[in-house]
């Protein structure tokens, strides 16, 4: 290997261990190195134990190797918003309390009502990722409950004075920064695909329901979604085999950009879009013509103009069910915001609630047959490169254009930061490989009718290779 | 008091309590004798610890009068699908071990896959009611994640050769056997308001995500509700409260039958029903009529027609995903039905459930329309009283009647076990009251439309006065 073992994807890392050139402990130790270097300027993670990391790599690699599962060793970090349990039986110290506080592998949610909250229980996600062999590396930081704007610590790995985004920050960071390959992220708004774009690597927000939800916590049921971050398309692949993911057709194995067909997504605030949004939308559509794709412009039917204000509705309506437990136990520990939508400040009726529910019902196949005229559809992830700053993990102005990346609403209702597209349920893939006036990385999405993640992803690779060889944006740290 | 505590409806507990005339662990031990006298018979627990109950039952007696929570007291069994955290700090004997396995309060799913789990962390629903003062009694029994109709080892109160039906089984029984006043139930299909019918008290599905389903596992993300079992209207209501249910308009303080408009809703198996839940629809309507209630009887446009093959779509697809960390850790664990849903055994397409999922969409809004012009509308809760045997919790027939109680389907997809009503989220209440042939218990349903959930139980509760009343069935256990 001429590549340090950090370095690697986790295609690559896989490919190593099973040709016998890495164990999962070198790995891990490699990983832990660059965490050591590096996690005073980024700051990703909410909780890691170093010494519970080592130990189960050194059970991994007791695995005989006929024995071992498809992600074998692959380290990945998990959003402080999803259970984890501690490795059963892992005893750490003589000392019994110790030993037990430290094999807790705790989820917190970024709020002070959970510090040191140990629910012995593994998400469904994460049970299906260390029955595959991963190794559950640590817990990486959130907004609070991934429901608010409010940075946590986390700084962008590209430049410490800006945002890495959220609120997915601590899984977008760490794998922008290489200090584990894989992380796991949740959106209910555009909390996996912003800091995708931040931070400079894939992220991947499938289909909704297509993986389970159990032990994330809630926000809103009809729109949350777990999401993933990777440094290749191959990488988002691995795991949408490990989770099961399945088209009604298999996907194209070699999908070629020659004669595909593209559309492009504007809306009437493109006039808003930063310049490093602009110029990567310009650039993705003039390398992909360039590879002989047809690109089309389109827009969305004037009667959805009002799908944000709903999703807005939707969303303000779930919170009030959503975060009524923690309001009931302990208020004064809840931030403004989530007390808001538990007291109804915005008093939405039962009624407004409803129509937006049932409307962005309707919208969804009407989407969905638009979208399922391409290849995929173009739609930029965020306006421009991170913002300067970590106390907000995306401006307002910013989240707003990344929102109306996809639809614009003219309603007094609509929240800027919230994005239209996931109240559709659709997948989205963000590829990296463009570049701001600053440098910072900026990505831009593909997106492709429900249930059409294979397909998503197929495409992707082949525009990811294009994106990042020629994009103008290269990783540098 | 005449009566013995564990005879009391939650609200007559309050009362007691409230007036000094009863503390929590003489209640709490009038509960447990009636359970020590019952439960060899009835079978309802899946977990009881006796000394944890009268430890929590003594912390509560030293609350200051002016610090007690709204629920102060009262006894609530858990169904076991839902989360539940033992008490902090609470040590059952010296030995350590003793007492960290004694303070857990396990959640198993009715699943050997989760045996001895103790996942230490309350559902939100839980941890609202234990702030409110509620006395988290135990965990009852439960069908295999509440997803399969294979009964647990619970009886029918009133009849030990019955079922007491499911998969909210142990709630059922519990709560109609004056074990404990209030039971949590979970619905996807019937499965809270089956067993309210079998067990002759009232139950209680909320509008979809009125109530934070935090905690509590999934089968579908679409179609899971939250239940409540209780002996009174007025108990229903002081737990609407505690969940802040709201309408947009006030429920009217004393909603009189006399003058209001009801409908029937039959459908094409009406001749399928039993004599005894004939009977009851008949006898139901009587009454009302005889109190000076107008009643129509309705039906549902054609293009409806296909609900439950819809219905059965979705959650035949929705088990694909909810099953699939349980058929990765430990398959031979799960029984073959949830195996059939992750392996997709029907075949069902991506374009098929999304054809469901979006066709029960668009119906929600329309049957609201039809249902708010009414009072409420009536409908069976079962064809028939609960079926002799234990190894089901519902036969296939009177569940297809059930189902069809709504809607009928005519599509060779159609589940008979599944209810389409649940899919439109609307909020249902079972009202005892009536009798089979064998002398069993039999409820009739209230429906209304979504987020009319306390209007439901005002009118619910005048109904439920005159059903207990002249309805013919009086609970003799």
């Known amino acids: 290997m001429t590549a340090e073992p950090h370095q690697l994807t986790a295609t690559e890392v896989l490919h190593e261990i099973k040709a016998g050139k890495l164990t999962v402990e070198a790995y ?3 990983l832990l190195k660059r965490i050591n270097d590096r996690d005073e300027a980024v700051q990703a993670w909410a909780y890691l134990d170093r010494d519970h990391v080592i130990s189960q790599a050194k059970a991994l690699d007791q695995v005989p190797v006929s024995e071992r599962d498809p992600l074998h060793g692959i380290a990945i970090a998990v959003k ?6 501690g490795e059963k039986n892992f005893v750490f110290s003589t000392d019994r309390n110790r030993a037990k506080r430290k094999s807790d592998m705790p989820t917190q949610f970024n709020s002070p009502i959970y ?5 012995q229980v593994d998400a469904g996600s994460v049970a299906i990722l260390r029955k595959s062999g991963a190794l559950i590396f640590g817990k990486t930081t959130t907004t609070e409950f991934a429901a608010t704007t409010v940075g946590p610590k986390t700084r962008n790995p590209h430049d410490p004075n800006r945002t890495p985004g959220g609120s997915s920050s601590g899984s977008g960071a760490a794998v922008g920064d290489l200090q584990v390959p894989i992380g796991l992220g949740t959106q209910t708004g555009g909390s996996t695909i912003r800091p995708g774009s931040y931070n400079g ?7 909704w329901n297509s993986i389970t939800r159990e032990g994330q916590k809630i926000y809103s049921l009809i729109l949350d979604t777990l999401g993933f971050y990777a440094r290749s398309a191959a990488d988002l692949d691995l795991l949408a085999d490990v989770f099961a993911l399945a088209d009604d057709k298999p996907a194209p194995l070699d999908f070629g950009v020659k004669g595909a067909k593209f559309a492009v997504l504007k809306t009437m605030v493109w006039p808003q879009i930063g310049s490093g949004g602009s110029a990567a939308m310009e650039k993705a559509v003039s390398l ?15 009667h959805l103009n009002d799908l944000p204000a709903w999703r807005a509705t939707v969303l303000d309506s779930d919170g009030r069910t959503a975060f009524l437990p923690e309001y009931t136990t302990t ?3 809840l931030s403004e915001d989530l007390v808001g939508h538990v007291e109804n400040v915005k008093t939405i009726s039962r009624k407004a609630q409803l129509d937006a529910f049932d409307s962005i019902a309707a919208a969804r196949p009407v989407v969905d047959d638009i979208l399922s005229k391409y290849a995929a559809v173009l739609t930029p992830s965020v306006p421009d490169e991170a913002p300067l700053g970590i106390e907000k993990t995306g401006s307002a102005a910013f989240c707003l254009i990344w929102t109306v990346s996809v639809i614009f609403a003219r309603s007094v209702r609509f929240e800027p930061q919230l994005t239209p597209i996931q109240a559709l349920h659709t997948p989205v893939v963000n590829i990296p490989g463009f570049k701001g006036d600053n440098g910072m990385p900026i990505g831009v999405s593909l997106v492709a009718p429900r249930y059409h993640d294979r397909h998503l992803l197929a495409v ?3 525009v990811g290779d294009i994106f990042e060889a020629e994009g103008g944006w290269k990783r540098d740290v």
């Open 28 to 30: 891990a130790r490699s």
């Open 80 to 85: 402080d918003v999803i259970y984890t349990k």
């Open 115 to 119: 510090v040191d909250d140990a629910p």
């Open 201 to 207: 690597i894939y992220a991947f927000k499938p289909t």
């Open 288 to 302: 992909l013509r360039a590879r002989g794709a047809e690109i089309e412009e389109i827009e969305l039917p004037e």
């Open 331 to 333: 208020k004064h520990n």
């Open 460 to 462: 992707s690779r082949a």
